[in-house]
């Protein structure tokens, strides 16, 4: 039995005291279970109070937003790897619908933070999806795969097995608007197949759906099992709307 994994994105909110207020209530408001994984994503500036909250919750675990390939050097604003390590981070994503299409990030650069992350430690989760136009054009397969080719492609199947994936079609992000679960589960097939075809083997490879996943939608979406969980932005904000979306029932899990 594999855990669901649910993965709270804080983007640009939430400093210090307000991430630990935060991940603290989530976690007295869930009790831990092995059959589920609670990731933080906070802003990097809130990872040490982050990681301080959840010391002692094996079911719960923190990672940085966004990494740097370089292990160290002169490259102001950045964060290495081996600096998310010591700030006490286990994984990070890489990425980001928004590090793509509002900072410019590269496929190539995706691949080179996957290297980072894995070389330092920390565990990969890559994230993909298609924008509107290229679903349009009937492209959203093409473009997924490509994303996991850079990302991922040069990596062996025990590498693979510590790399997540997180399909997150670009206009599901932040719009109210998302994949329907059957769209969401035939794209987790197409990743699944990609690593198959790798080697990896199909269980150890996690892949999540994120976009406008809400506390209404999440049991529709977690039902299918092609999903081994949700990457969450907005609906992870507050402990009210988080801790509705973790209790989600995870039939036949
Ligand atoms: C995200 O930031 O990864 C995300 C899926 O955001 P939202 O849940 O707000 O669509």
């Not at 691949?111 to 509107?132: I, N, Q």
Request: hydrophobic letters at 45%; proline letters at 5%.
């Amino acid at each position: 039995m594999s855990a669901v994994l649910f993965a709270a994105n804080w983007k640009m909110h939430h400093g210090p005291r307000a991430a630990r207020a935060l991940a603290q209530a989530v976690l007295a408001g869930t009790k831990p279970v092995a059959d589920r994984l609670l990731l933080f994503f906070p802003p990097a500036v809130s990872l040490p109070a982050v990681v301080e909250a959840v010391r002692g919750r094996t079911d719960a675990a923190v990672g940085a937003q966004n990494i740097h390939w370089e292990p160290k050097g002169a490259f102001t604003g950045e964060l290495s790897a081996l600096l998310a390590m010591e700030a006490g981070a286990t994984w990070t994503l890489v990425g980001h619908s928004e590090r793509r299409h509002k900072f410019g990030e590269t496929d190539d650069e995706t691949g080179l933070k996957v290297r980072a992350a894995l070389g330092a430690g920390l565990r990969p989760m890559l994230c993909v999806g298609e924008t509107l136009q290229q679903r349009t054009d009937g492209e959203k397969e093409n473009v997924v795969r490509r994303q996991l080719e850079a990302g991922v492609g040069a990596l062996g199947a025990e590498e693979l097995a510590r790399v997540a994936v997180a399909y997150e079609p670009v206009w599901a992000i932040g719009t109210g608007v998302n994949a329907t679960p059957a769209d969401a589960a035939a794209m987790h097939r197409t990743i699944r197949e990609w690593f198959a075809r790798r080697g990896a083997p199909a269980a150890g490879c996690s892949v999540l759906y994120g976009g406008s996943v809400s506390p209404e939608n999440a049991a529709a979406l977690l039902a299918e099992e092609e999903l081994d969980g949700v990457l969450v932005g907005g609906a992870s904000l507050t402990a009210e709307s988080w801790l509705r979306i973790v209790a989600t029932p995870r039939a036949g899990r």
